[in-house]
């Protein structure tokens, strides 16, 4: 399986982007999907995670009520909608897949995902 995220940027502060991460392969439904991201000089941090239908969703408080996460799986797409972003956004924002995951279930930890893309930078300027 391979990840590849896109959308990152330069955006004002309040100002909005949204990111996509395209899977390959046939098995995308049967993942659990997440978002982490990475600020500078900081460690790597979970922002969100859908379950395999989408009708669960997780986020970190620090995202809540900003950011959405979203799936189409016959896209073999996950997205992350960036909403009122702030300086302290600006990070590499990375996509994940767990495997195979039973329905339902979601992933807030790192070590739970064994698929990985590359990351894509988003700046958010004060």
């Known amino acids: 399986v391979q990840l590849q995220a896109s959308g990152g940027g330069l955006v004002q502060t309040g100002g909005s982007r949204r990111l996509s991460c395209a899977s390959s392969?046939?098995?995308?439904?049967?993942?659990?999907m997440g978002w982490f991201r990475r600020a500078p000089g900081k460690e790597r941090e979970f922002v969100a995670t859908?379950?395999?239908?989408?009708?669960?969703?997780y986020y970190s408080d620090s995202v809540k009520g900003r950011f959405t996460i979203s799936r189409e799986n016959a896209k073999n797409t996950v997205y992350l909608q960036l909403n009122s972003l702030k300086p302290e956004d600006t990070a590499v924002y990375y996509c994940?897949?767990?495997?195979?995951?039973?329905?339902?279930?979601?992933?807030?930890?790192?070590?739970?995902?064994?698929?990985w893309g590359q990351g894509t930078l988003v700046t958010v300027s004060s």
């Open positions: 994940a897949a767990s495997g195979p995951a039973v329905t339902g279930e979601v992933r807030r930890h790192d070590y739970e995902y064994k698929y």
């Open positions: 859908i379950s395999r239908g989408g009708s669960i969703r």
């Open positions: 392969g046939r098995t995308f439904s049967n993942y659990v």
